[in-house]
């Protein structure tokens, strides 16, 4: 299937249009027409290799809104005309411990990342959501419920596990106190789902300036961490902490934050950390962990959550032409709180 996407070639080159082929679909794929597509940091990142694992061309996107065009001959889920949803993986072994435990992110001979990733068939690079059309495996391709707003669905594929993820696996719920550190495309989600959930929620952040968006999206409170008399009030506060912070930081200045045996979450910064004093996790049994999207199982649970509360990403909507200047805004944190591609008004 010939179709078009916006790639770059280099670290240094902007994202510019081209024309590529889509392999034809195999008995267990599914083809999407990309409606919609969002724009995620991590776009960003590996449009100029800050990691230093990008394979050029990339063709970026990983939160992705469509219709089904064609579909394989063992296909049994999905048929032609079906809104779908695919996120930040299009395959995996499907036979290892972690995928037969729905944790296809932790595939043991590596899941197959929807960019920038070698197909397992072909070894191919993978392109992704920049584009007019995807062909993934129907066991990746998520069901979107039919009450939401699906311009406003795309970030939940990524942004939305993300922070979701961490949530159900340390047991948020009614009664919970959870705080979020950080107030952007994925702080955003971690408020919206961390309320529906049931739990109090807290949003921390350097400065007042995002108090009144905070309670907007579901904070019950608000902390400011430069405040040092704040932060102390604060001491043995929360049971969770969803770190979405996205640059290199001090994460240990809110390990006091945490009760005892409470978990903060790093969900926004990869990379090194500074070095901290362990002394607050010892003598608080306190834990500091990592998570990384969820499942299939989780991710389509989540997509179910969100249409029977209602809950959608607030998105700024662009054209794919506008992706350089989107990417800029991304950089300076000039965007409340993520950018989604509208492709039917886009112009390839």
């Known amino acids: 299937m010939q179709t078009r996407g916006f790639f770059a070639e280099s670290a240094e080159s902007p994202m510019r249009p081209f024309t590529f082929e889509r392999r034809d679909v195999r008995p267990n794929d599914v083809a999407i027409e990309v409606l919609y597509c969002g724009v995620c940091h991590s ?3 590996q449009a100029h290799n ?3 694992n990008s394979i050029y061309p990339v063709v970026p996107g990983h939160e992705i809104v469509g219709r089904v065009v064609d579909v394989g001959s063992d296909v049994k889920k999905f048929k032609k005309g ?14 290892c411990k972690h995928c037969r435990a729905n944790e296809e992110q932790f595939c043991l001979e590596g899941a197959t990342f929807t960019y920038n990733s070698p197909d397992r068939i ?6 992704g959501g920049y584009s007019q059309h995807i062909v993934v ?10 009450n939401l707003d699906i311009a406003r669905v795309a970030p939940i594929l990524c942004a939305g596990i993300t922070t979701y993820a961490p949530l159900r696996n340390y047991g948020v719920g009614p009664g919970s106190r959870v705080a979020v550190a950080g107030l952007g495309g994925l702080g955003h989600m971690a408020v919206k789902l961390a309320s529906a959930l049931g739990a109090e929620v807290t949003v921390i952040s350097r400065s007042k300036s995002k108090e009144s968006t905070a309670f907007e999206l579901g904070a019950d409170k608000y902390l400011v961490s430069s405040d040092a008399k704040q932060m102390e009030e604060a001491a043995s506060s929360f049971d969770v902490i969803i770190d979405t912070i996205p640059v290199e930081h001090d994460v240990s200045e809110y390990f006091p934050l945490l009760d005892l045996g409470g978990t903060i979450a790093m969900v926004g910064q990869i990379g090194p950390a500074p070095g ?6 010892v003598f608080g049994r306190r834990h500091l962990t990592g998570s990384l999207i969820g ?3 989780q991710t389509q649970e989540l997509l179910d959550f969100c249409g029977r509360k209602n809950i959608l990403a607030d998105c700024e909507m662009i054209k794919m032409e506008d992706i350089n200047d989107a990417f800029v805004r991304l950089e300076k944190g000039d965007v409340k709180y993520r950018f989604v591609v509208d492709m039917k008004k886009s112009n390839f």
Request: glycine share 4%; charged share 25%.
């Open 82 to 95: 079906d809104t779908v949803a695919v996120g930040c993986m299009v395959d995996s072994c499907q036979q």
């Open 43 to 45: 776009d960003l990142h």
């Open 137 to 146: 495996r129907e066991q990746f391709v998520l069901s979107v419920p039919e």
């Open 295 to 297: 499942g299939i199982e």
């Open 50 to 52: 800050d990691w230093k």
């Open 276 to 281: 901290f004093n362990t002394l607050p996790l």
């Open 122 to 127: 072909t070894k191919e690079i993978t392109y």
